[in-house]
């Protein structure tokens, strides 16, 4: 039974909580999740609140109510791998997918815990810790932070600025451009994107044009919406990812998916391209609802 989500519930008397690093914070029991099962090593523990720091962005902190000295920062796994795809069905309109981070280990280094990413929903306030079947994702997959320096020997590299409407003012390494010779269908002439995988709209990625910063498509893995989709020969797991442009169509009418025409990164010579399957199995407009 969900107490916070009962008619009454908003008449409750919030909740006071001395929370280390973010101070005292006044908590609504209706903005608490409730975990039955814990979370693994803190299976006594179940009720939590998500905050969200601008000044610790990207991440976010999960606090326990009941013990409020304990916390995890989470990232979004689409933060660290843009082919994440944990097999699991859910909303996207209602649910959120986290990984928990580890700041320092042994090593003194940061890893995030791809095998067991954490679902809340948002709308009963319900929250799990979720296995994954994958042997693909690790327990303590290691964050390289490309903005520290090593030593201060390595040479910086060369930034270039765009301006975009979603985003705001942009910072692009070179290494991180996209090179489209063929450009994406609508657009040939454009050549130059970027794939911007943000906090806010995660899971949804965006590929930007750094040609026309104002075009830009938003992008799901097609394993998200389909999870037997075949690439076959058109795809290789050791260096491409795969992503299907996403239509959002006016209020109510719901979201679209090209599984028709992929787009196809190589991430290890930085080259895309937007292939048209032969079968006829797939739509260019599959509608995008409960997954």
């Not at 001395?18 to 908590?27: A, C, R, Y």
């Not at 320092?104 to 994954?132: C, F, V, W, Y």
């Not at 705001?168 to 994107?193: C, D, Q, R, Y």
Request: with cysteine.
């Amino acid at each position: 039974m969900q107490e916070a989500h009962t008619p009454n519930s908003d008449i409750l008397p919030s909740i006071s909580l001395d929370v280390p690093d973010f101070g005292n914070l006044q908590v609504e029991p209706k903005h608490i999740f409730t975990f039955s099962n814990g979370l693994l090593g803190f299976e006594n523990l179940t009720e939590f609140i998500l905050i969200n720091n601008d000044a610790t962005a990207p991440f976010r902190w999960l606090i326990s109510v009941e013990n409020p000295t304990i916390g995890f920062p989470l990232l979004s796994p689409w933060h660290l791998d843009l082919t994440f795809n944990p097999g699991v069905d859910y909303d996207l309109a209602s649910h959120s997918l986290f990984v928990v981070v580890t700041l320092a280990d042994e090593h003194n280094q940061m890893t995030a815990n791809m095998k067991a990413p954490i679902l809340l929903n948002t709308s009963e306030q319900i929250g799990e810790q979720i296995i994954l079947s994958s042997e693909n994702y690790p327990a303590e997959f290691v964050i390289k932070n490309s903005t520290v320096s090593s030593g201060g020997s390595q040479k910086e590299e060369k930034l270039r600025t765009i301006f975009t409407a979603q985003f705001g003012e942009i910072h692009v390494a070179e290494s991180n451009v996209i090179t489209f010779p063929k450009g994406v269908l609508g657009f040939p002439e454009l050549h130059e994107f970027v794939i911007i995988s943000d906090e806010e709209t995660a899971p949804f990625n965006w590929l930007l044009s750094l040609e026309q910063p104002s075009i830009g498509f938003p992008l799901l893995s097609p394993w998200m919406i389909d999870m037997e989709y075949d690439l076959r020969n058109n795809f290789d797991p050791k260096c491409n990812a795969a992503f299907a442009i996403i239509t959002i169509r006016a209020a109510g009418q719901g979201m679209t998916a090209n599984m028709k025409a992929p787009v196809i990164i190589d991430v290890i010579k930085q080259l895309g391209e937007q292939i048209i399957l032969s079968s006829d199995k797939y739509s260019p407009e599959l509608p995008v609802n409960s997954k």
